[in-house]
């Protein structure tokens, strides 16, 4: 049995994982963290030092995941994290600490299958075209930019190539910021807007032809309920940082 905390019980996300591993024969929620529900562990932390769990899932937001995670993994727990606003400098940290402590931690930017696909078949086209740009949509009330989604796929494809970029940053005529964001050398583009979740495009472009992969996040959290799952139930046996729910795909 794997024993789960969730940071983000009550949340729109969390609330559905938590549903999910309580209907799991092999998962046991043992608490929830929730900063509106003054009834739960105010903190990770507090949590972690009262009730022993195994894996911490963290669906909070950017201003505390960080926190969140080096109080998991200084206490030995894995962890699972499934909000945005993490760097490669800081997830560079998480892995040197997780690795010291001997437990495992995956993150992904999208717990979606279908998103962790894009993110597959990105780094496959990143191998045969070299010129791209992300492109992404969410809600006008999201703080963070870029999302999760797409500051991990350009992190990704800095793993295989830089982009081609024909007309450099520095000599744009104009307002260079109209280019987007410089994110692991690719250029990214964050729109937020009412009518959007989370929406991820990845296009690619040669002479003569283009390749758009795309993401579409819905209204509900369904999607990413089995991501998260397949994570929980993996990190027991990972050590370090695990980045990107396409590495625990098949295949």
Known sequence: MIR?????????????VAEAVESADDLELVFGVARSDPARFSTIAEALDV???????????AAVVAENVRAAVERGVGVVVGSS?????????IDALAREREVGVVAAG??????ALVLRFATEAARHLERWEIVDYASATKPD????????????????????????LDDVLGAVEARGATIAGTQVH??????????????????????????????????????TLL?????????????????????
């Open 4 to 16: 789960v905390g969730i940071a983000g019980v009550t949340g729109w996300t969390g609330r559905a």
């Open 110 to 115: 999208n717990f979606s299958l279908s998103a």
């Open 51 to 61: 009730v022993e769990a195994d894996v911490l899932v963290d669906y909070t937001h």
């Open 145 to 168: 930019a870029p999302s999760g989604t797409a500051r991990e796929i350009a992190e990704r494809l800095a793993e295989v190539r830089t982009p081609v970029v024909d007309v450099p």
């Open 85 to 93: 606003g993490l760097g490669a400098s800081d997830y560079e940290q």
């Open 231 to 251: 994570a929980i139930r993996a990190v027991p046996e990972l050590v370090g940082l695990t980045r990107g729910l396409d590495r625990l795909l098949p295949g």
């Open 190 to 227: 964050s729109l937020r807007l009412p009518g959007f979740v989370v929406s991820t495009e990845v296009l690619f472009a040669a002479p003569g032809e283009r390749l758009t992969l795309r993401h579409d996040a819905g209204d509900s959290p369904a999607p990413y309920v089995a991501g």
